[in-house]
């Protein structure tokens, strides 16, 4: 159990402006009462163990001057907790019912304009452990992934009084949707049934999956075995990952032959889109996108046929096709709409169940680079377990060139995919010493 001990409003330290910001296009797809909860958890220093509140208040009060729509619009509130629990009673940190114990509560019961869009609790853990919990309650509404992750780490850079990055918004010029957009399509439910009525009330778990760097380069090598289209690099690690995911949740669902399969998926555009963002674009630049197929060719074609799939995805997002997809957007008269074409949970929004899937990659985030005079973190991840079959890829906290996999998938079919996943894995290892 975790006991909150203070709480604290942290506001920036010098003048910031004033007045109403934008939001593009794209962060209106994303519901308001909607966090990211992510975990960070550090090994401290003794001597330095007073000092850690006062840290965290102060560099954050300096970085939210140059990240002023953070600490904006809302309420900001900061707190520190105490658990019960020892460090090795939250396991390998994998999302579940006590690592949610770790992320700050928003209460969305809440008016919007009184919402905080950044919360922040530091845990300290039973027994004087020389270890802590930061848990982050991160809105959505203010930027994806690749901002969230450079706000935190330049608040660490604070910290440690290296540079910071700026914050930029971009417009563009409407033009008419041209694409069929079958990323926005609804999802294909069970053969014989109606609706994901059943799917929805499933239970899920989650589990951290653990790809040692030559068992992530034994599926790179398997997944381009086979011929690659004249002209095309060979397929990467997020492709070769995402295509055994999906072959090992297809063979764990047990489903008809002939069932349709949907994997949806998001792109980062800020190299897509023309003219570029740049890098420290802060706000959300993500396309979705989806691939499908038949149950009975996800499971007996070879790897490289369905990383295949996964990249002609990917490579639908052109300059032509985010703007066409952005005008899909901006032509319903209601937003809420909208939104729930893009969001995963929820009663009336869209299910990425079985016999569908999400997948998403933080591989290419700098995770791990949140030095607050502690040392890098030793783990980081999400906090939560989704209510969805959800895949989220991230590296390894060793740096190493290994992977986790954070699968959430539903509790009754949780071992078959697991053993799907690594007997096929065992199985290359197994030809390769033929």
């Not at 034994?218 to 295509?243: H, M, Q, T, V, W």
């Not at 989220?392 to 996999?405: C, H, K, Q, R, W």
Request: hydrophobic share 35%; net charge neutral.
């Amino acid at each position: 159990m975790v006991t909150i001990q203070a709480s604290y409003n942290v506001t920036p330290n010098e003048v910031t402006p004033n007045g109403h910001l934008w939001l593009s296009d794209i962060d209106q797809t994303v519901r308001f009462n909607l966090h990211t909860p992510l975990i960070y958890i550090y090994k401290q220093n003794q001597n330095q163990n007073n000092k850690i509140i006062e840290t965290l208040k102060n560099s954050l009060s300096k970085i939210l001057v140059h990240y002023y729509p953070v600490a904006g619009r809302y309420s900001y509130t900061k707190g520190e907790a105490e658990s019960s629990k020892s460090i090795h009673d939250y396991g390998d940190f994998a999302p579940s019912d006590s690592t949610k114990e770790l992320i700050p509560k928003v209460d969305y019961n809440k008016p919007i304009e009184e919402m905080p869009l950044f919360v922040v609790q530091l845990t300290r853990f039973r027994n004087n452990d020389e270890s802590f919990a930061i848990g982050i309650a991160y809105s959505h509404l203010l930027s994806d992934g690749v901002g969230c992750i450079d706000f935190i780490n330049s608040w660490a850079k604070i910290v440690q009084k290296q540079g910071i990055t700026t914050i930029l918004k971009f417009s563009h010029t409407p033009i008419e949707p041209r694409f069929e957009h079958m990323e926005l399509k609804p999802l294909p439910f069970i053969i014989g049934r109606s609706d994901d009525n059943a799917e929805r009330k499933k239970k899920t778990t989650a589990e951290l999956l653990k790809l040692t760097k030559e068992e992530v380069e034994r599926l790179k090598k398997k997944a381009n075995e086979c011929d690659i289209p004249k002209g095309s690099r060979c397929y990467s690690r997020f492709e070769a990952i995402s295509a055994h995911i999906w072959k090992s949740a297809s063979k764990a669902r047990k489903l008809e032959e002939n069932q349709q399969s949907v994997v949806r998926f998001n792109v980062e555009i800020r190299n897509r889109i023309i003219p570029n963002l740049p890098r420290n674009y802060y706000g959300n630049a993500l396309i979705q996108t989806s691939t499908r197929g038949f149950i009975g060719e996800i499971t007996s074609k070879p790897l490289s046929y369905v990383a295949q799939k996964i990249r002609e995805a990917n490579e639908l997002i052109t300059n032509e096709y985010i703007r066409s997809q952005i005008d899909v957007i901006r032509g319903f008269e209601n937003l809420d709409d909208a939104r729930k074409l893009f969001l995963v949970g929820g009663r009336d929004v869209t299910f990425s169940g079985n016999p569908n899937l999400h997948i998403t990659s933080w591989m290419t985030l700098p995770s791990y680079k949140a030095d607050f005079g502690w040392g890098k973190p030793m783990h980081f991840g999400i906090g939560y377990v989704s209510p969805n079959d959800r895949g989220l890829i991230l590296l390894s906290p060793d740096e190493d060139g290994s992977a986790i996999v954070c699968m959430h998938f539903q509790v009754e079919l949780m071992q078959l995919f697991k053993k799907f996943f690594y007997e096929d894995i065992y199985e290359l290892f197994t030809s390769a010493r033929l």
